[in-house]
Each structure stands twice: as structure tokens, then as C-alpha cells.
Nanobody, 125 residues
Framework: QVQLVESGGGLVQAGGSLRLSCAAS????????MGWFRQAPGKEREFVAT????????SYADSVKGRFTISRDNAKNTVYLQMNSLKPEDTAVYYC??????????????????WGKGTRVTVSS
């Protein structure tokens, strides 16, 4: 089993930046694709970004492309989401997820098996 714990959320003004972290424990995730998703109030959870096991492939939702960057440090068993030029519409609970399969990658994050409890991001206008 893999446990995922997100951190780094908070309140920021529009145009500001935040860096989210997702620390995995239980076993290494260095062979697994990981991703970030978000759920805004009253809306369904949506894909934000994914990264393959090595960090060599990434995918982003159109709404965040050019503003958000996903990265990982396999030595630390941690995935990050750097969020720049934040907008009020980025307000949501952000969830980290991991694929249980090794060395596979679904850019849209359709096959995530492990989920964190989320960290809240609020962007004020």
C-alpha cells in the first residue's frame, strides 16, 4: 500500500505562486506514474497534470498549461506541483495520486489507484 500526503496549499492572491508537495510512504513510487487532480466547490474532480515514472514525460490540462509544472524527486519519493500566475478559478482542493502499475503511463491519469486526502488552495481576486 502507498500513502500519499499533500502539503503546501494555502491562500494566495491572484497572480501569485504556490508549490504543492506530495510525499509518498509505504513503498517507493519511483517506478510509478503520479499525478495531480483538483476539485472545485460544486464541481467534479478534474485532471491537472501527470508525470511518468522517470519524469521524462508530463501532461497538463489545457487550463493550467504554461502556468503549472509537475516534477518529481524519486530519491525523496515526492512529487511536486509548481503553480504560477494563479487565478481565482484555480481555487480547489488539490489531490495527489499514484498508479499502482510499474513503468506504465496514462497521460490523462485515468488509472490512478492511490489518492491523498488533499490540500486546499484558495486564490483571491
Amino acid at each position: 500500500q502507498v500513502q500519499l500526503v499533500e502539503s503546501g496549499g494555502g491562500l494566495v492572491q491572484a497572480g501569485g505562486s504556490l508549490r504543492l508537495s506530495c510525499a509518498a510512504s509505504g513503498r517507493t513510487v519511483s517506478r510509478n506514474a503520479m499525478g495531480w487532480f483538483r476539485q472545485a466547490p460544486g464541481k467534479e474532480r478534474e485532471f491537472v497534470a501527470t508525470i511518468n515514472w522517470s519524469g521524462g514525460s508530463t501532461s497538463y490540462a489545457d487550463s493550467v498549461k504554461g502556468r503549472f509544472t509537475i516534477s518529481r524527486d524519486n530519491a525523496k519519493n515526492t512529487v511536486y506541483l509548481q503553480m504560477n500566475s494563479l487565478k481565482p478559478e484555480d481555487t480547489a482542493v488539490y489531490y495527489c495520486a499514484a498508479d499502482s502499475r510499474s513503468y506504465t503511463y496514462s497521460p490523462g491519469g485515468d488509472d490512478m489507484d492511490y489518492w491523498g486526502k488533499g490540500t486546499r488552495v484558495t486564490v483571491s481576486s
